[in-house]
């Protein structure tokens, strides 16, 4: 019994063991494999393939995919009857021709994220609250002599009796009274989000900022429990530019939300893409598939990919978090799942559609493209 | 969804919280279940109690790692049903491996540590003095549960390779035990 009870023990360890254990990743071996098979290739391709890429490819810093250290358990997948819908709105077409994009360091949001006090930092806590400043003073709040307060949650706010504005290093967040006869509410009808979108943003215009704003309702996927949510009601600028309208996309992203007892809130992401590591060559989508065949790829579903036939959607878009180290843009690909543990029985007809993200940054540029290992690696 | 955003929706009371919790950790946590029981009908039951649990513990708590909460709450709901099952008899699966496995770690003499908190501290030190690498290999297989195979393919290295480090550590942690003058 006294080995039971060292199990039982074991169970009780510092919870950074247990996810530390489940995000480290698989090394050298697989990892030497695909070394292997690039030496080989570099061979057969010869002097030729050197020469080109001398004068082709712009000589950056190599990458290393980043690593989902906090969410490296949760599982990107969606629920549906079938994949049509659902809404996965992207900017981003195959026709959009673009050839490079920028690659973002990270470390300083990552210092701040994983910081027990973030107001440590002598600067972000003057950033935050000349943040909270601004758009309080959008509002019509007072500013004259504002009173912050702290909290670990929001971090630093400031209320009166209409609004609060909280900002943390990652985000700026608005709360107040949600609106009469509108809604937020992920489990209404696409229809009367786009409703309640629209006059949220004739409202708050010079709040929210946004010159040419496209109105995104997305997901529209399914719950265990057979309710429709759309999770993501959100505003960006429609910029023309191709790559700076993909960049909002993933970025400067302003999030509407319910957040209960008839609160909304509109959230801004406070990502800083100040270092800008270098802009990349991208890999065609065709490339990018031939990838995702062969196992180079990224995911947070238990399964291998299930071949070609059941992908249903692809887009070029940055996998973002405030914990990455790197900000690399990626193809995403949505594949239809063939059979899931998840695939409830309560929902007959159900179907289930994970995701898989390649790089889209030129192998060439990235020091750690990984084979699936057989594990949760996203 | 964020974790804080999940936590947030607890508190709230909010039915949500359970919907984006299985949609997140779901698969995570039936991993695990299914790695101690064998079998997917308990295994989905055990994850289906891990959402009530953690229903009625968040409020008050507010988990700093969402991930490892629920995983704590699964695996411990699980080693429950395990033993429920096998009262009377050896089971199958992983389980009596890993007993077996532990049996090695118990030292031969000591004071037997009294309360289980002190247990708690002492692995967590003695985790703490372990490589990175070795200290996951320890806990994917004596906390997750996973074959030897699992753990190999999920580090790319040889089940053997993993095999030889998990009985190196085993020896560790029984003179670390030792030393502390503890026994369990």
């Given at each position: 019994?006294?080995?039971?009870?060292?199990?039982?023990?074991?169970?009780?360890?510092?919870?950074?063991?247990?996810?530390?254990?489940?995000r480290?990743?698989?090394?050298?071996t697989?990892?030497?494999?695909?070394c292997?098979?690039?030496?080989?290739?570099?061979?057969?391709?010869?002097g030729?393939?050197?020469r080109?890429n001398?004068?082709?490819?712009?000589d950056?810093?190599m990458?290393?995919?980043?690593?989902?250290?906090?969410?490296?358990?949760?599982?990107?997948?969606?629920?549906a009857?079938?994949?049509?819908?659902?809404?996965?709105?992207?900017?981003?077409?195959?026709?959009?021709?673009i050839?490079?994009?920028?690659?973002?360091?990270?470390?300083?949001?990552?210092?701040?994220?994983?910081?027990?006090d973030p107001?440590?930092?002598?600067?972000?806590e003057a950033?935050?609250?000349?943040?909270?400043?601004?758009k309080?003073?959008?509002?019509?709040?007072d500013?004259?002599?504002?009173?912050f307060?702290?909290?670990?949650?929001?971090g630093?706010?400031?209320?009166?009796?209409?609004?609060?504005?909280?900002c943390?290093?990652?985000?700026?967040?608005?709360?107040?009274?949600?609106?009469?006869d509108?809604?937020?509410?992920?489990?209404a009808?696409?229809?009367?989000?786009?409703?309640?979108?629209?006059?949220?943003?004739?409202e708050?215009?010079?709040?929210?900022g946004?010159?040419?704003?496209y109105?995104?309702?997305?997901?529209g996927?399914?719950?265990?429990?057979?309710?429709?949510?759309?999770?993501?009601?959100?505003?960006?600028?429609?910029?023309?530019d191709?790559?700076?309208?993909?960049?909002?996309?993933?970025?400067?992203?302003?999030?509407?939300g319910?957040?209960g007892?008839?609160?909304?809130g509109?959230?801004?992401?406070?990502?800083?893409l100040?270092?800008?590591?270098?802009?990349?060559?991208?890999?065609?989508?065709?490339?990018?598939q031939?990838?995702?065949?062969?196992?180079?790829?990224?995911?947070?579903?238990?399964?291998?990919?299930?071949?070609t036939d059941?992908?249903?959607?692809?887009?070029l878009?940055?996998?973002?978090?405030?914990?990455f180290?790197?900000f690399?843009?990626?193809?995403k690909?949505?594949?239809?799942e063939?059979?899931?543990?998840?695939?409830?029985?309560?929902?007959?007809?159900?179907k289930?559609?994970?995701?898989?993200?390649?790089p889209?940054?030129?192998?060439?540029?990235?020091?750690?493209l990984k084979?699936?290992?057989?594990?949760i690696?996203? | 969804?964020?974790?804080?955003?999940?936590?947030t929706?607890?508190?709230?009371?909010?039915?949500r919280a359970?919907a984006?919790t299985?949609?997140?950790?779901?698969a995570?946590?039936?991993?695990?279940?299914?790695?101690?029981l064998?079998?997917?009908?308990?295994?989905?039951?055990?994850v289906n109690d891990?959402?009530?649990?953690?229903?009625?513990?968040?409020?008050?708590?507010r988990?700093?790692?969402?991930?490892?909460?629920?995983?704590?709450?699964?695996?411990?709901?699980?080693?429950?049903?395990y033993?429920?099952?096998?009262?009377?008899?050896?089971?199958?699966?992983q389980?009596?491996?890993?007993?077996?496995?532990?049996?090695?770690?118990?030292?031969?003499s000591g004071?037997?540590?009294?309360?289980?908190?002190?247990l708690?501290?002492?692995?967590?030190?003695?985790?703490?003095?372990?490589?990175?690498?070795?200290?996951?290999?320890?806990?994917?297989?004596y906390w997750?549960?996973?074959?030897?195979?699992?753990?190999?393919?999920?580090?790319?290295?040889s089940?053997?390779?993993?095999?030889?480090?998990?009985?190196r550590?085993?020896?560790?942690?029984?003179?670390?035990?030792?030393?502390?003058g503890?026994?369990?």
């Open positions: 019994m006294k080995n039971n009870r060292l199990l039982h023990a074991i169970g009780q360890i510092d919870d950074a063991y247990v996810t530390e254990a489940v480290r990743k698989a090394g050298k697989l990892w030497l494999r695909v292997a098979v690039a030496a080989c290739v570099a061979l057969l391709v010869g030729g393939a050197a080109y001398r004068y082709s490819y712009p950056l810093p990458l290393t995919i980043p690593e989902d250290t906090e969410g490296a358990m949760g599982r990107e997948a969606y629920l009857y079938s994949f049509e819908e659902m809404n996965f709105h992207t900017p981003w077409t195959p026709n959009s021709r050839r490079t994009l920028p690659v973002y360091d990270n470390s300083r949001g990552v210092e701040l994220h994983h910081a027990d107001t440590s930092f002598f600067e972000e950033a935050m609250k000349q943040a909270i400043l601004e309080a003073a959008l509002l019509g709040m500013t004259s002599a504002p009173e307060q702290y909290s670990a949650f929001y630093y706010y400031l209320s009166d009796d209409r609004y609060t504005v909280s943390t290093s990652d985000r700026l967040i608005i709360l107040t009274a949600m609106p009469e509108y809604t937020l509410d992920p489990y009808s696409y229809d009367e989000l786009y409703r309640s979108a629209q006059y949220l943003l004739k708050y215009r010079d709040v929210i946004v010159e040419n704003p109105i995104e309702i997305a997901n996927d399914y719950t265990i429990y057979g309710e429709q949510s759309w999770t993501t009601v959100a505003i960006y600028d429609q910029v023309k191709p790559i700076g309208v993909l960049l909002n996309h993933a970025f400067h992203k302003v999030r509407l319910d957040w007892d008839g609160q909304m509109i959230s801004f992401d406070r990502y800083d100040s270092q800008v590591i270098g802009e990349y060559p991208i890999i065609s989508v065709k490339k990018a031939a990838l995702l065949e062969k196992g180079y790829y990224v995911s947070s579903t238990i399964d291998p990919f299930p071949g059941t992908i249903k959607k692809v887009e878009t940055y996998h973002t978090a405030p914990w180290s790197t690399v843009p990626y193809y690909f949505y594949v239809e063939p059979e899931s543990a998840y695939l409830d029985d309560d929902l007959p007809g159900i289930s559609f994970a995701t898989y993200y390649v889209a940054v030129d192998s060439r540029y990235i020091a750690d084979l699936w290992d057989g594990s690696n996203g | 969804m964020e974790d804080s955003k999940i936590v929706l607890y508190w709230e009371r909010s039915q359970i984006e299985a949609k997140k950790y779901g995570y946590c039936y991993r695990i279940a299914h790695n101690i064998q079998s997917r009908e308990d295994a989905e039951e055990c891990t959402y009530l649990r953690t229903w009625d513990a968040i409020p008050p708590s988990p700093q790692r969402l991930s490892a909460f629920l995983a704590r709450i699964t695996r411990n709901l699980s080693l429950n049903r033993e429920q099952r096998h009262t009377d008899k050896r089971g199958h699966g389980i009596p491996l890993l007993l077996d496995e532990l049996q090695e770690c118990v030292p031969d004071s037997p540590v009294a309360e289980d908190v002190l708690k501290d002492l692995l967590d030190r003695f985790l703490g003095s372990l490589h990175p690498r070795t200290r996951s290999l320890f806990v994917l297989r997750h549960a996973y074959s030897l195979e699992e753990i190999a393919a999920r580090q790319g290295i089940r053997e390779n993993v095999a030889v480090t998990l009985f550590t085993r020896e560790k942690l029984k003179n670390f035990l030792q030393e502390e503890v026994s369990l």
